[in-house]
């Protein structure tokens, strides 16, 4: 069984300051764990993947993660916040080996304040 | 690349008509595609995944008499929306893997259309 858990369903930053958007997960097998982003009445666009290779993986946009299998964790974080960054944000996780069904999480609004 | 594309992006229809949704991998070939539902503010709900060639695999709680899905191609799966009723109003997105990749890691990477406004009125 796989579940994915992100612990915010809104999260509000000023323009300029970091972002974290927390993400953890649980699987039996190894996993593959995604982020995408969805702008208001738009389809999903990944942002970045860990598929078994560097722990730190980086993205589009300035965003990366780190998969920290001690936490069971894949937070995206972001060193600066752009107005463009406001939409919602859903990490995904599937077991690695394909063949699989994902499972999403919730998703994060993230809003950024001028 | 790994480009999918949907049609309509938007459609609007009387209770009790049925509509077609097609979903279209432009650059890659697709043995499995996925199809979603997604109410307002939620996540991603899978309905279903087809399979090119076999018949679509329901989640639990989807009626399959419903929402009828045809993936006659490699290329292109068919949702549609059968007798629709305004609770079928949503936001449907599908999702295709690159049959390319398939047995690497890389082939859990699902590329998502850009979804389909459904409004039954």
């Known amino acids: 069984a796989q579940s994915v858990t992100q612990l915010d369903s809104h999260v509000s930053v000023s323009e300029g300051t970091p972002v974290l958007l927390r993400c953890n997960y649980s699987?039996?097998?190894?996993?593959?764990l995604f982020w995408y982003v969805q702008h208001p009445n738009k389809g999903l666009q990944l942002l970045l993947k860990?598929?078994?290779?560097?722990?730190l993986v980086k993205g589009i946009n300035g965003f990366e993660a780190e998969f920290k299998k001690s936490e069971t964790s894949f937070h995206l974080t972001k060193p600066s916040a752009h107005m463009s960054d406001a939409a919602e944000y859903f990490c995904?996780?599937?077991?690695?080996?394909?063949?699989?069904?994902?499972?999403f999480g919730t998703g994060t609004k993230l809003q950024v304040i001028p | 690349g790994a480009v999918v594309s949907q049609h309509p992006s938007w459609v609007i229809c009387k209770s009790g008509t049925s509509v077609k949704i097609e979903c279209r991998s432009l650059?890659?070939?697709?043995?499995?595609m996925f199809w979603y539902r997604q109410f307002p503010k939620q996540s991603l709900m899978l309905m279903a995944t087809?399979?090119?060639?076999?018949?679509?695999?329901?989640e639990q709680g989807v009626e399959k008499d419903k929402f009828l899905i045809n993936h006659a191609s490699l290329t292109l799966s068919t949702l549609t929306v059968t007798s629709a009723h305004p609770e079928d109003s949503s936001f449907y997105i599908c999702?295709?893997?690159?049959?390319?990749?398939?047995?690497?890691?890389?082939?859990?990477?699902?590329?998502f259309g850009p979804g389909t406004r459904l409004t039954v009125l």
């Open positions: 650059d890659f070939q697709a043995t499995t």
């Open positions: 999702s295709a893997r690159d049959r390319l990749t398939s047995g690497s890691p890389s082939y859990n990477e699902q590329f």
């Open positions: 699987s039996s097998y190894s996993p593959s």
């Open positions: 860990y598929t078994s290779a560097a722990t």
């Open positions: 087809s399979n090119e060639g076999s018949k679509a695999t329901y």
């Open positions: 995904v996780v599937t077991p690695s080996g394909g063949y699989q069904k994902v499972t």
